[in-house]
């Protein structure tokens, strides 16, 4: 209710009349995502919806609430400003001017702090592109003016975190580019401090422990920080001490690739945006040593191992967070081997939940049961909503150099309760990185947990308690059993081959597998390696290895594409685009 009535009362402010200043994009988005857009494709929230080329996009019939809101933040005019052609203005203005007409004066499920912030940036960034060869202009500015004077009275409304930094953002960029919105300046660059003092960690990171989710903060504080900076006005101190203590921590979960670390709801970022936001920050701090916001790195050689070695988030900041204790990626070069399935929240509720869960991880899980467990929320019976609960409540870790590698072991109880066992994964990264050894332990460390073991054995028939360990593949790696079927030999588009072996105490199989990637119309097909077996004893340790099999110079020539010529991430028959 209070959110209609600002919204109500933001029209009746003073209109802005014109830019101060001449607004350029900071980025753009999907080119293939926003050539859908012009065909007609609309994919907002996980759901498509095939509408035709001439359909506006509020006359689509939402087919989830998280669509609609999906739409009203205007992401998608990053992707049609990435296409840049004529027909993608036409689109971009069409939708931008018929949202004014539908929904300006406050309506619509559009006007809510969060969605308002987001939509603001974009439109100063766009307004150009939006502009371009129109004569109402006037009609846009006093739009952007209302949701600037509805923004100004409801930010400390906005979720913390992400969409309280995006709608402080949006704020300065309004004062900063409207006439007569200069008054809202001041006191937002007082608040975006006290926001990153209070939601930026001192060691650079976040309580929801995503990593794109930084990377978006990052970069919304570069932007800021560089609009103040050409408007000779001073970021707060609190802002600029933020960018310098998240700078090395980015660095950190950033794979040998370019891209990020895949855990906990977030994605490996927007081609380019990592090295884009490092770069126009001018820190030069280097990677974290060790540890960076709960993940160990290793990197030796061409190869980076980025493992999860923290507890997992819990409460409110865990409604993205997934069961990845101890999970890890691998990448070689700019090659990604070992990953995670990632985020599902593109493809829906139930990708969302399936991509949250243990089996979705390259780690040690128990059949039918993840290091964390999913629940809802109090008063809150949204699927999309879900914490995690009944996760692991002490995780340590380890890490030496020994001779012939970087050694990182590290333990969690998310299955003590459940099954009386702690798991245990040690991992050996050559100094030269061409080869991983790991282990894998699951133990009963006393008595008390020696007698749930045993009564979760009695109960299975004697069987012994399930468990897997899975190692899902890159879609673009071939995969293939050999050595009668003890061992797996992965060939990478750069030409290396890895080989995976295992101490036989486990049945080896290659599986299919899902990647799910942000930007695709749906999951991609993969393929996982998996070692399966059972607990029959307090002490159960499986060993393996993953190493290149033939002699490679350490800096290989990589040229070769990462799909074929025309291959579109957002075509249902690209290569790679199995359906699931």
Same mark, same amino acid.
């Given at each position: 209710?209070?959110t209609?009535?600002?919204?109500?009362?933001?029209?009746?402010?003073?209109?802005?009349?014109?830019?101060?200043?001449?607004?350029?994009?900071?980025?753009?988005?999907?080119?293939?995502?926003?050539?859908?857009?012009?065909?007609?494709?609309?994919?907002?929230?996980?759901?498509?919806?095939e509408?035709?080329?001439?359909?506006?996009?509020? *006359?689509?019939?939402?087919?989830?609430?998280?669509?609609?809101?999906?739409?009203?933040?205007?992401?998608?005019?990053?992707?049609?400003?990435?296409?840049?052609?004529?027909?993608?203005?036409?689109?971009?203005?069409?939708?931008?001017?018929?949202?004014?007409?539908?929904?300006?004066?406050?309506?619509?499920?559009?006007w809510?702090?969060?969605?308002?912030?987001?939509?603001?940036?974009?439109w100063?960034?766009?307004?150009?592109?939006?502009?371009?060869?129109?004569?109402?202009? *006037?009609v846009?500015?006093?739009?952007?003016?209302?949701?600037?004077?509805?923004?100004?009275?409801?930010?400390?409304?906005?979720?913390?975190?992400?969409?309280?930094?995006?709608?402080?953002?949006?704020?300065?960029?309004?004062?900063?580019?409207?006439?007569?919105?200069?008054?809202?300046?001041?006191?937002?660059?007082?608040?975006?401090? =006290?926001?990153?003092?209070?939601?930026?960690?001192?060691q650079?990171?976040?309580?929801?422990?995503?990593?794109?989710?930084l990377?978006?903060?990052?970069?919304?504080?570069?932007?800021?920080?560089?609009?103040?900076?050409?408007?000779?006005? *001073?970021?707060a101190?609190?802002?600029?001490?933020?960018?310098?203590?998240?700078?090395?921590?980015?660095?950190?979960?950033?794979?040998?690739?370019?891209?990020?670390?895949?855990?906990?709801?977030?994605?490996?970022?927007?081609?380019?945006?990592?090295?884009?936001?490092?770069?126009?920050?001018?820190?030069?701090?280097?990677?974290?040593?060790?540890?960076?916001?709960?993940?160990?790195?290793?990197?030796?050689?061409?190869?980076?191992?980025?493992?999860?070695?923290a507890?997992?988030?819990?409460?409110?900041?865990?409604?993205?967070?997934?069961?990845?204790?101890?999970?890890?990626?691998?990448?070689?070069?700019?090659?990604?081997?070992?990953?995670?399935?990632?985020?599902?929240?593109?493809?829906?509720?139930?990708?969302?939940?399936?991509?949250?869960?243990?089996?979705?991880?390259s780690?040690?899980?128990?059949?039918?049961?993840?290091?964390?467990?999913?629940?809802?929320?109090?008063?809150?019976?949204?699927?999309?909503?879900?914490?995690?609960?009944?996760?692991?409540?002490?995780?340590?870790?380890?890490? =030496?150099?020994?001779?012939?590698?970087?050694?990182?072991?590290?333990?969690?109880?998310?299955?003590?309760?459940?099954?009386?066992?702690?798991?245990?994964?040690?991992?050996?990264?050559?100094?030269?990185?061409?080869?991983?050894?790991?282990?894998?332990?699951?133990?009963a460390?006393n008595?008390?947990?020696?007698?749930?073991?045993?009564?979760?054995?009695?109960?299975?028939?004697?069987?012994?308690?399930?468990?897997?360990?899975?190692?899902?593949?890159?879609?673009?790696?071939?995969?293939?059993?050999?050595?009668?079927?003890?061992?797996?030999?992965?060939?990478?588009?750069?030409?290396?081959?890895?080989?995976?072996?295992?101490?036989?105490?486990?049945?080896?199989?290659?599986?299919?597998?899902?990647?799910?990637?942000?930007?695709?119309l749906?999951?991609?097909?993969?393929?996982?390696?998996v070692?399966?077996?059972?607990?029959?004893?307090?002490?159960?340790?499986?060993?393996?290895?993953?190493?290149?099999?033939?002699?490679?110079?350490?800096?290989?020539?990589?040229?070769?594409?990462?799909?074929p010529?025309?291959?579109?991430?957002?075509?249902?028959?690209?290569?790679?685009?199995?359906?699931?």
């Amino acid at each position: 209710m209070l959110t209609r009535i600002h919204a109500r009362y933001a029209g009746m402010k003073r209109p802005a009349t014109a830019f101060n200043s001449q607004p350029e994009p900071r980025w753009i988005g999907h080119f293939a995502k926003g050539r859908q857009l012009v065909a007609g494709n609309y994919l907002f929230a996980g759901y498509l919806v095939e509408a035709g080329a001439n359909t506006l996009l509020w *006359d689509v019939p939402p087919p989830a609430p998280s669509f609609e809101e999906d739409a009203h933040g205007f992401l998608w005019l990053d992707d049609l400003a990435a296409v840049g052609d004529g027909r993608a203005r036409e689109l971009a203005q069409a939708w931008s001017y018929a949202w004014i007409a539908r929904y300006g004066r406050g309506t619509g499920p559009g006007w809510t702090p969060d969605l308002t912030g987001r939509r603001l940036i974009r439109w100063i960034n766009h307004a150009l592109f939006v502009l371009s060869g129109r004569n109402d202009n *006037d009609v846009f500015l006093r739009a952007l003016a209302r949701q600037t004077h509805f923004l100004a009275r409801r930010w400390k409304a906005t979720t913390p975190g992400l969409p309280r930094i995006e709608a402080l953002t949006g704020l300065i960029y309004a004062g900063l580019s409207l006439s007569g919105m200069e008054q809202y300046v001041p006191d937002s660059i007082v608040a975006l401090g =006290r926001s990153c003092k209070s939601q930026i960690d001192a060691q650079g990171g976040l309580v929801t422990r995503n990593p794109e989710e930084l990377l978006e903060i990052f970069t919304l504080l570069n932007w800021s920080a560089l609009a103040l900076r050409e408007a000779d006005r *001073d970021p707060a101190p609190a802002h600029l001490d933020a960018i310098e203590r998240i700078a090395p921590v980015l660095r950190a979960l950033r794979h040998a690739d370019g891209g990020l670390a895949r855990f906990h709801g977030g994605g490996r970022g927007l081609e380019g945006r990592l090295d884009a936001a490092l770069a126009s920050s001018g820190i030069k701090a280097e990677a974290t040593a060790d540890m960076a916001m709960g993940y160990a790195r290793m990197n030796a050689g061409r190869t980076t191992v980025i493992m999860d070695a923290a507890r997992p988030p819990v409460g409110a900041a865990s409604q993205n967070a997934h069961a990845s204790t101890l999970a890890f990626e691998l990448t070689s070069g700019r090659r990604p081997l070992i990953v995670n399935c990632g985020s599902g929240s593109v493809f829906g509720e139930d990708w969302q939940r399936a991509g949250r869960a243990t089996p979705s991880h390259s780690t040690l899980g128990l059949d039918g049961y993840s290091s964390s467990r999913l629940a809802h929320a109090r008063g809150n019976a949204d699927r999309r909503r879900e914490t995690l609960a009944d996760g692991p409540k002490e995780v340590l870790g380890e890490r =030496r150099l020994t001779d012939f590698a970087i050694r990182q072991q590290a333990s969690h109880d998310g299955y003590r309760t459940t099954h009386g066992l702690v798991h245990v994964r040690t991992l050996e990264l050559t100094h030269n990185g061409r080869g991983i050894a790991g282990e894998d332990l699951l133990v009963a460390l006393n008595d008390r947990d020696r007698a749930l073991l045993n009564k979760q054995i009695d109960s299975s028939g004697l069987r012994g308690v399930d468990f897997t360990i899975r190692f899902h593949l890159h879609p673009e790696v071939d995969a293939v059993q050999d050595m009668g079927g003890k061992a797996v030999s992965i060939a990478l588009k750069s030409g290396e081959i890895w080989v995976f072996r295992h101490d036989a105490k486990a049945a080896l199989s290659l599986e299919p597998s899902v990647y799910l990637e942000k930007g695709r119309l749906r999951p991609r097909g993969t393929e996982q390696i998996v070692l399966s077996g059972r607990a029959l004893e307090e002490t159960n340790r499986i060993r393996w290895s993953l190493a290149k099999a033939q002699e490679t110079p350490l800096s290989i020539r990589d040229f070769k594409r990462d799909g074929p010529l025309g291959d579109d991430p957002y075509d249902p028959d690209a290569s790679g685009d199995r359906d699931y």
